[in-house]
């Protein structure tokens, strides 16, 4: 019998986050400038280790998103998007990363954390476009992220997680533009989604719009699955994201 006796390789786990958010009809995300090595200067998602070795993942991420962006529990949609655990994905070792998507309607202005000389909001389109060149494998996170962001809207009720309290069908139409990268026909987006019964309910008094028009206010609806889906145009163009 073998004396060799098996040793676990040293890892190392961190928590990171895709944060997105409306910003001038624009689908924007939360990027920081990093003010250390590796990447020194690069721009990439909010995040990083443990703080401890007994910290929950999900307590880590909101320690990040109050430390990113200034957010308690209670202000956004949280959902884990995935593990990235590629061996070469870190330069300083091998390094895990449990990642998760934030959703909020008007987020405010960051403040960046320890190890980044700032933050800022950025259009996804542009953060995407390749000339942003993220550090470590932040570019296919963030394309993952906003892959399930869109994929998510067409069959739950995420798209409110982009609107306040209440909303006009207009605004909750610009969240779907914004995050499929379409043009919606606006008739046609108002008979989808009051076909789907407890997506959106009335909230009372209504609002006036740019125009001058009273508009009617919503909030979001007991139902949290969409029957039948909102289905994303397949056959048009997409316009950017930004």
Known sequence: ??????????????VDLVILTLRESGLHVLLIERGVEPYQGALALPGGFLS??????????????????????DQLHLEQLGIYGAPDRDP??????????AIA???????????????????????????????FDHEQILTDGVGRAREKLERSALATAFCGPTFTIAELQAVYEA??????????????????DGFIVPAGPSRKTEGG????????????T?????????????????
């Not at 909101?62 to 990113?68: N, T």
């Not at 995050?179 to 789907?196: A, C, E, H, I, M």
């Not at 028009?213 to 949290?224: E, H, Q, S, V, W």
Request: hydrophobic share 40%.
């Open 52 to 73: 401890h070795e007994k910290e929950d993942l999900v307590a880590a991420a909101h320690r990040e998103l109050a430390e990113e962006a200034g957010l308690g529990p």
């Open 213 to 224: 028009r009273p508009a009617r206010l919503f909030r979001p609806g007991p139902r949290t």
């Open 1 to 14: 019998m073998s004396d060799d006796r098996w040793v676990p390789p040293p890892v190392l786990l961190a």
């Open 226 to 242: 969409l029957h039948p889906p909102m289905t994303r145009p397949r056959g048009q163009a997409d316009k950017e994201t930004a």
């Open 105 to 135: 309607p008007r987020l405010p202005e960051p403040v960046a954390g320890t190890d980044a000389t700032k933050a800022c909001w950025t259009p996804v389109a542009q953060a995407l476009s390749g000339d942003a060149q993220l550090a």
């Open 179 to 196: 995050v499929w990268g379409v043009t919606l026909d606006p008739r046609n987006f108002y008979r989808k989604v009051q076909s789907v």
């Open 92 to 101: 300083r070792g091998r390094v895990i990363s449990a990642v998760y998507l």
